[in-house]
């Protein structure tokens, strides 16, 4: 290995245990399922595993809503079985990062149980507490991230206003508030000590608030609309300034940091999404060395066809913001969909050769990597019937905004094991999400036998890209060739690799004289022969070696 520590450019794989494998019969996945599945993970060739929250919820928002943060959910398995699972991964190499959501408990949690009986018990500072407004109503224009309502709740017992950025049942914590932020490094280190390798910090840049409680601005008529949001949606009229995105989180993570510090090898990976600036927000989050290790951040999340432009745009601002590193890509995940199913607004398929360009082009950026679990598959959005009643939706986020929007269920739907079984192989109970048919086809087995399948592909490059020095730590820069092309370079001392994609479905040429001889790429079944004017098939790929100067 020539990088330094292993998350500055891990691929970590997103395990949803809802939607992995089901060892019980009870419909939902479970921890004793990832443990049967551990071989195959194990095959990827991924660093890690992201597990989604696995600590006791009623469930309202698929365990983002926590009533004990030191104990494993009853749904899932037992305190034994996750111990169970932390060392059988170890054993494969694989590391386990834990998902944590400080920003929000569950309304049902003792501490907002207890908040909420007055203004003076021992927890009353530790929820967002406020009078009505001027007008009697919510205490200002904040708005919920779920609702596109007001984020603010009243409160019949305790007489006020309770701030919720998510769901009602979703109640802030007050980051401001001494002690709460001790429980936060409590719940840390009791994870710690178990010997996790790393957490992801949930919605982190919510964990602040403007203490003042000013209004968000009001994006003007002429302001340009954030990437990614609808018009229609309430929430694309204001700038999220107040209610989150606070500069005052950015100092609360150092002690969380200097906690960590005394556990080497563990990595801390911030959730950074926010509509208008995603990027130079997230590298924020890990500027310096008293904050994040990693930050993930919504800049490939944009709704357009993909295009080598806008990609370079992205990449670009990726690599001035991320210049120290900290960065981490994704493309989707149980939030923001599937793979196969971005850049597609006009709902033009793309062909086969689209997708396996793209799992070589995410590969070879310079960061860490979040894979979604069956994104590896080539799962597509599972398919929500136009006539399905909110009830049906699992998704609370999809039944607040029903009918216009209808939520995340169809990125979350169960793994596909193997197509003839009843329900994928995934449970011989009723899987608590339908599986989608044309995910059947696609299942572990069935791709596992092809070996030109999509998973094959991924595989091989994941195992490939271990090998190439100048992808484990080496700098990166864009390269201007054609307008249809996206190129980078990728340099170590010991290696310059050259990575060029045709973003178009059309023929492209590329002059390569300028570099010199080139030598098809080792290990990676990608042309072995190399001319000096390329010609690029639609969303074909060019991998090649320059020559290192020698000294
Ligand atoms: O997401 C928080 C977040 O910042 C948004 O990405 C949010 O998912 C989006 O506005 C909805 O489209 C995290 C979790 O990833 C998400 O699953 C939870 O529902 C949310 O926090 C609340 O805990």
Known sequence: RWKEEWWENAVIYQVLPWSYKDSDGDGIGDLQGIIERLDYIGSLGVDAIWLTPIFVSPMDDLGYDITDHHQVSPLFGSMDDFKCLLELAHKRGLRVVLDMVWNHTSNQHEWFQQ???????????????????????????????????????????????????????????????????????????????????????????????????????????????????????????????????????????????????????????????????????????????????????????????????????????????????????????????????????????????????????????????CLWQGDELGFNEARIPEDISPEQLRDPFGRLMYPKLKGRDGSRTPMSWTSEEPNAGFTTGTPWLPISRTHFECSVAAQQSTPDSLLNHWRSLLHWRMTQPALQSGSARLLDLNEHVFALLREESEQRLLCIFNLSDQTVSVDLREFGPLLPVQGIGYRKQLDSIAELAPWDVVLADMPVPSE
């Not at 007489?159 to 980051?175: E, G, I, R, V």
């Not at 719940?187 to 000590?193: E, G, P, V």
Request: proline share 7%; charged share 20%; aromatic share 12%.
């Open 115 to 369: 908040s909420r009986q007055d203004r003076n018990n021992p927890k009353a500072d530790w929820y967002v507490w406020a009078d009505p407004g001027k007008n009697g109503g919510p205490p200002n224009n904040w708005l919920s991230s779920f609702s596109g309502d007001s984020a603010w709740h009243f409160d019949e017992i305790r007489q006020q206003y309770y701030l919720a950025n998510f769901l009602a049942s979703q109640p802030d914590l007050n980051w401001f508030n001494a002690e709460v932020r001790a429980q936060v490094l409590n719940c840390a280190r009791f994870w710690l000590d178990l010997g996790i390798d790393g957490m992801r910090l949930d919605a982190v840049n919510f964990f602040c608030h403007d203490p003042q409680l000013n209004d968000n601005p009001i994006r003007g008529q002429n302001d340009p609309l954030p990437h990614g949001i609808d018009p229609d949606n309430p929430l694309a009229k204001q700038r999220f300034c107040n209610s989150f995105c606070r500069p005052e989180t950015l100092d609360m993570l150092a002690p969380l940091r200097r906690l960590v510090n005394q556990y080497p090898g563990v990595m801390l990976l911030g959730e950074v999404i926010e509509a208008d600036d995603s990027i130079r927000l997230a590298a924020q989050y890990t500027a310096g060395d008293q904050r994040l290790h990693l930050a993930y951040h919504g800049g490939l999340l944009f709704k357009e066809r993909m295009s080598a432009r806008r990609l370079r745009e992205v990449v670009g601002q990726a690599l001035e913001e991320f210049a120290n590193g900290g960065a981490c890509w994704i493309v989707g995940n149980h939030d923001f969909g599937r793979l196969h199913s971005q850049w597609n607004a006009a709902n033009e398929p793309y062909p086969r050769e689209f997708y396996l360009m793209m799992a070589v082009l995410l590969l070879v950026l310079p960061g860490a990597f």
